[in-house]
């Protein structure tokens, strides 16, 4: 197992475009996360599924933001009619449920919105 | 609200020498404080983590220590290597609620020199 693998590593695209990343988590890790880190800050957490459960979204997922884990593997982050407010870097992360805060983040996909 | 806070965005420290990197917090419902080591084009990687059952957890060359009172933890690197030099997250949270999920704080810039 390589780790958690995101797709693309970066992303440029122009205000008003739609955009989707995906997130491969560690195959028996059945917690997934995707956080956002702008400049400056710390990664802020946008939602986490176990399994295909979506089971919690932050309110700082607008709903422009959308996130899927079908059948409980991969995940995908869909931003519709991205802004430039958007644009950071977007960190994915499993972990396993008896130890759930053991997290293996992904690189990132950086987004930058033109 | 910033309810983790590392009010050092940076630190320099000469190799050999101690680096002591702080956090402090305000969600009295914290109960669990992780810090997390980050190098360009890298996720973080998990370097300690402690309950709010301890006042200080050591793993090798660093040692995080917890005042629950003064709601303030803070992560001792000894002896510090060129090594160590990156990026420096505190995150907490809570067992009770959100399970799994993590509040991070700004981050601290750790440069060690040879």
């Known amino acids: 197992d390589t780790g958690v693998s995101q797709d693309p590593r970066h992303k440029i695209t122009k205000r008003g475009q739609n955009v989707t990343f995906r997130c491969d988590p560690i195959s028996e890790h059945n917690r997934l996360y995707w956080y956002r880190q702008t400049l400056g800050q710390g990664p802020e957490f946008l939602t986490y599924?176990?399994?295909?459960?979506?089971?919690?979204k932050s309110r700082l997922l607008s709903d422009r933001f959308s996130a899927e884990r079908p059948k409980g593997s991969f995940s995908t982050l869909e931003i519709q009619r991205t802004e430039q407010g958007d644009s950071a870097m977007y960190l994915c992360?499993?972990?396993?449920?008896?130890?759930?805060?053991?997290?293996?983040f992904g690189s990132g996909t950086r987004l930058t919105v033109v | 609200d910033q309810q983790v806070k590392q009010n050092s965005p940076s630190l320099s420290v000469q190799e050999g020498r101690i680096s002591i990197l702080n956090c402090d917090y305000t969600?009295?419902?914290?109960?669990?404080f992780l810090w997390y080591k980050k190098y360009p084009a890298e996720g973080p990687t998990f370097l300690i983590s402690?309950?709010?059952?301890?006042d200080k957890n050591e793993d090798g060359r660093f040692t995080v220590f917890l005042n629950k009172s003064a709601k303030h933890l803070s992560l001792h690197i000894v002896p510090s290597q060129p090594g160590d030099s990156a990026v420096y997250f505190c995150a907490a949270s809570s067992f009770g609620t959100s399970y799994g999920k993590l509040t991070f704080g700004q981050g601290t810039i750790l440069t060690v020199h040879p």
């Open positions: 969600n009295s419902m914290f109960d669990y």
């Open positions: 402690i309950s709010s059952i301890k």
């Open positions: 992360a499993s972990s396993s449920q008896d130890r759930p805060y053991g997290y293996t």
């Open positions: 599924f176990q399994n295909e459960a979506q089971l919690e």
